[in-house]
């Protein structure tokens, strides 16, 4: 079974404060999970965790069976002369497709981000909604086993927003784990699960050094 999980995970930079403390998660393919909490309280810090960039100040990660992880930033980059077609068709030249098979598949996957009418357009000149939707097609393409999402519709209107929701309850009914920060109310309501770090901050103001 895919997974990802971690056991008795606290962290924080240097001396500063705790950002969150006790955590325990585990994340299975098939599941789509919101991370939610106040600003600064640490989402895109355990997604780093979570991926391995990271090594916490305590506690453990572990992936089972997660060859690939996609990432999909909250600033979305992109190779500013290429056709948005090519961030999509990429990944799936490098798992052997042949540009005929790959080019169809890339535009049914951008057909469900709602991206495909831009599929010529230089990555450049697409907005700042229609890039954030292209990296979240560019990750599905990847057909990662762990896809770790931060504030996908932060930059998003309300329908475009609705869109990338239910394309990311989809994401996760097939052999991919998906975590997502955000502060969407909608975003968490279209995941199958939440954790809040709100209930695994430490208490205010304790900075010790095994606070
Ligand atoms: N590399 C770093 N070095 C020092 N402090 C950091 C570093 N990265 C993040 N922080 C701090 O850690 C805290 C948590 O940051 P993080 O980005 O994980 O929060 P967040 O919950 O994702 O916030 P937001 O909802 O505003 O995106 C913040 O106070 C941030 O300034």
Known sequence: MVSVSATGLAHRFGSSAYLFDGLDLEVRA?????????????????????????????????????????????????????????HVVLPLLAHGRTRRAAEPEAHEIMARFDVEGVADRPFRALSGGEAQRL????????????????????????????????????????????????????????CTRVIDLADHMPAMGVTGPEA
């Open 135 to 190: 990296m979240l097609a560019r990750a599905v393409a990847t057909a990662p086993d762990l896809l770790l999402v931060d504030e996908p519709t932060a930059q998003l209107d309300l329908a475009t927003s609705a869109t990338v929701n239910r394309v990311l309850a989809q994401v996760g009914r097939n052999a991919t784990a998906v975590v997502v920060a955000t502060h969407d109310p909608a975003t968490r309501e279209a």
């Open 30 to 86: 098939g599941e789509v999970v919101a991370l939610v909490g106040p600003s600064g309280s640490g989402k895109s810090t355990l997604l780093s965790i979570l991926a391995g960039w990271v090594t916490p100040t305590r506690g453990q990660v572990v992936h089972h069976g997660i060859a690939r992880t996609g990432w999909v930033f909250q600033n979305p980059h992109g190779s500013p002369r290429r056709s948005a077609l090519d």
